[in-house]
């Protein structure tokens, strides 16, 4: 068990539809990140944030959005949903996102949402 | 071309054998992770490093900078090692401080067989 919990574990929605996945960090850990795993991309990055602010974007789509609260816990929104976001969304999170040009500190991995886009 | 690449893409071992899994990446990287993902999808840290070498049980994780390369070895490899490895590394984080997500090889499907 990393510590980092999601939820929901699956989500079964259509095309067109709006979903939100939620994720909490390890108790401590200040930043989280978001990944997409899917068949024909394999794992990507999405967005990154530390302490409530945004730190970093990869591949990430402009229907897709996402927000870390006061709490730490975050939150991606992805809208208007089609057949080819059906993924496994992890969420990830550490300590401390490292400082410029250093090194980062290791990630610990949620268990995924499963979300099918039918 | 990717930039993080591994190989092999599959393995199929017997129980017992010493197991090599490679990386090599072509980007200037603060760190090197080796994940692990078992049949559930649940995806563990085996390793970070950014020099030299870690070893953890049978598992033992090389990176040599200059290269841009790493090796990740498993000994007396069991049936419960059969899983996907990942090879990943984080950016040097210029674009806004602090290290950015992590960059994925494809991973290797790896089978120990008893």
């Known amino acids: 068990d990393s510590g980092v919990t999601q939820t929901p574990k699956h989500l079964i929605t259509a095309t067109g539809q709006r979903v939100t996945l939620r994720c909490s960090p390890r108790s401590g850990d200040l930043s989280v990140y978001w990944y997409q795993q899917s068949l024909d991309q394999g794992l990507q990055f999405l967005i990154q944030?530390?302490?409530?602010?945004?730190?970093a974007k990869g591949n990430i789509l402009e229907r897709f959005s996402a927000q870390q609260f006061p709490d730490l816990h975050s939150e991606l929104n992805l809208s208007s949903l089609e057949l080819g976001d059906s993924a496994l969304y992890f969420c990830a999170s550490s300590a401390t996102p490292g400082l410029a040009g250093g090194q980062g500190d290791e990630q610990f991995f949620g268990p995924g949402t499963r979300l099918t886009v039918l | 071309k990717n930039e993080v690449e591994q190989s092999p893409q599959n393995l199929t071992a017997q129980e017992g054998e010493f197991i090599t899994i490679n990386c090599s990446y072509s980007?200037?990287?603060?760190?090197l992770h080796w994940l692990q993902q078992h049949p559930g999808g649940g995806i563990v840290s085996l390793f970070m490093l950014s020099s030299g070498k870690k070893k953890h049980g049978r598992l033992i994780a090389t990176i040599n900078i200059q290269e841009k390369h790493s090796s990740l070895h498993i000994t007396a490899s069991h049936p419960r090692d059969s899983a996907v490895y990942i090879c990943a590394v984080s950016g040097k984080g210029e674009s806004g401080g602090g290290a950015d997500g992590l960059t994925f090889g494809k991973g290797t499907h790896l089978i120990i067989q008893p």
């Open positions: 944030y530390y302490n409530g602010e945004e730190r």
């Open positions: 980007v200037g990287i603060s760190a």
